[in-house]
């Protein structure tokens, strides 16, 4: 015994311990030597996978040249419209013994293409074959949650879901160790999922893709299992971290029972429940954003305590970005706080701490009850691609109710609606300085490279490889191959989806709003709806207004809450969904003849889109409607924003969205001079 009363123990009777989860950070920015410096720099400091975050244009499909990406280049990601930049990414990085997470879901043919293509290049000695084999990673290529949440999607989804399924059968033939899918129920969670809804709606997606799979005829009956066997998952973790892991267990539960029952999988590893997390972003908070830290470390208990249901890997957001673009020393520190819990502490020293209790198993039960529940009435809608629209109207609802629940206190966020007293912050007193800044020079840099690149190929070449894409996807040809040929010849990111938007046409996801159920928020919003209805009889009708979504921002939570609760204090609500351009919003304003623009920008390039908006307003003859601006925006960005003639600037630390109304009808007045 030691003087403490702990027996010692030698290194041979202790307990073995588990390895820890891959620990990874969500990183890209700038460009693409931007962003290799910052990979060797994070796996330098003990980081064991690669996360690659893709700037906007990217994710959705379009050249840096091209009107949508103005504003847009390296601000949330890192560009990369061709090979070239691919190879400067992953410079003195080894494919081949690397393993990578690239989030990027529509174009992810395109990525996983030149991403193969830069690690042959890498691997001159091996035949392309050999080197496919030892590439290991996940492409999160899950189109559905695009629709639902994330808004990063470009093509319709018959078209996107014969992508995926090619995408499938050929990783599980000649990458093995590739994830070629993540089904990502992150960002439902963040659109307003329960719990029982990101179960249900994840695993109704994994089963549309598998049964897409099964009906290609892509897999032979004996490879389908490794099929199965190679479906990732990509769940968010909550501040309830007790649920978060009854949420997890639940998930292992079902999709074993799935595997079993519905596929035949035999094989127990082939049925195991595979995923990684990011930790929750959206309950980051603006308002005393040190509490940030213990938000994430709970967070990530949620998806570590339990050995059985534990995450894969594992990657944490900054304490910070809530406030823009969390610096290399944020991400340090998210790193350093997987590692104490991971090498530190006891955790993995142990089996399941759960196994047994009464409350768990009560509490897993509910939700795979619930869940099985919401399933089966999505398989009888004809599935999840012929549901969406239930589900994101069913997401919208939700996220109403929660944020109903924040403005009424009965959900308490600490230092927002409860406890908002607060010492000054030593974090926080230099505001610009506590964010990086996204280099102001991205897009001018990324479009030089295109240009460059554009006159150093063979356009002849890039012309044939572009043109059997085209023919190929007009048949039922896996698009795979044709795909690695446009990636050699040289086509550009816009090019390959240019193409293939030329044959399977454009698509706009629903907004979900029309749908919602009306949510309580408290008495307050009869006192604005009067307003609303004065205001209206004094301009002589209803007032409008116009949510605008401006640029390539596809995070359309906040439009989406705005329009709702609009709708619900009486105004006539004009909202077309993500993706519009300046001009198409001034078309709209036009049209419509409205009396405020509401616009909402989440990505960062407020200070490109909003001025547009504004100048085209002027030209249109209708520069004193007031126009009021949403997002992320750092308090400098919303003095100058006003500066040029934004009548309000509201960021995350403005949650009372019924308050946000009466502020609409204020700024209406004033531009009446009603008051």
Known sequence: MTESGHTDRTAAERPAKDRPWVMRTYAGHSTAEASNALYRTNLAKGQTGLSVA???????????????SRGEVGKVGVPVPHL??????FTDIPLTSMNTSMTINAVAMWM?????????????????????EQLAGTTQNDIIKEYLSRGTYAFPPEASMRLIADMIAYTVHRIPKWNPINICSYHLQEAGATPVQELAYALSTAIAVLDRVKESGQVSEDDFEKVVGRISFFVNA?????????KMRAFVQLWDEIARDRYGVQDPKMRRFRYGVQVNSLGLTEAQPENNVQRIVLEMLGVTLSKDARARALQLPAWNEALGLPRPWDQQWSLRLQQV???????LEYDDIFEGSHVIEAKVAELVAGAKAEIERVQDMGGAIAAVDYMKSELVSSHAARRARIESGEEVIVGVNKFETTEPSPLTADLDGAIMAADPEAERTARASVEAWKAGRDEAEVAE????LAAAAKTDENLMAPTLVAARAGATTGEWAATLREVFGEYRGPTGVSGAVAA?????LAAVRERVRATGEELGGRLRLLVGKPGLDGHSNGAEQVAVRARD?????????????????????????VHCIGLSILSGSHMELVPDVLEGLAEAGLGDIPVIVGGIIPDADGRRLRELGVAAVYTPKDYGLTEIMGGIVDVIRAAHDLD
């Open 54 to 68: 893709f700037d906007l244009p990217t994710q959705t499909g379009y050249d840096p040249d091209s009107p949508l």
């Open 84 to 89: 070239g930049e691919m190879r400067t990414l």
């Open 112 to 132: 996983l293409a030149m991403y193969q293509v830069v690690a042959e290049e890498q691997n001159p000695d091996l035949s392309p074959e050999e080197v496919a």
């Open 238 to 246: 909550g501040v309830r971290f007790i649920e978060e892991t009854c």
């Open 341 to 347: 819990l991971a090498f530190e502490s006891d955790l």
């Open 465 to 468: 490889a572009l043109a059997a």
């Open 520 to 524: 309580e928020a408290g008495a307050e």
């Open 569 to 593: 204090a009486g105004f006539e609500v004009v909202y077309q969904g993500i993706r519009l351009t300046p001009a198409q919003i001034v078309a709209a304003a036009v049209a419509e003849d």
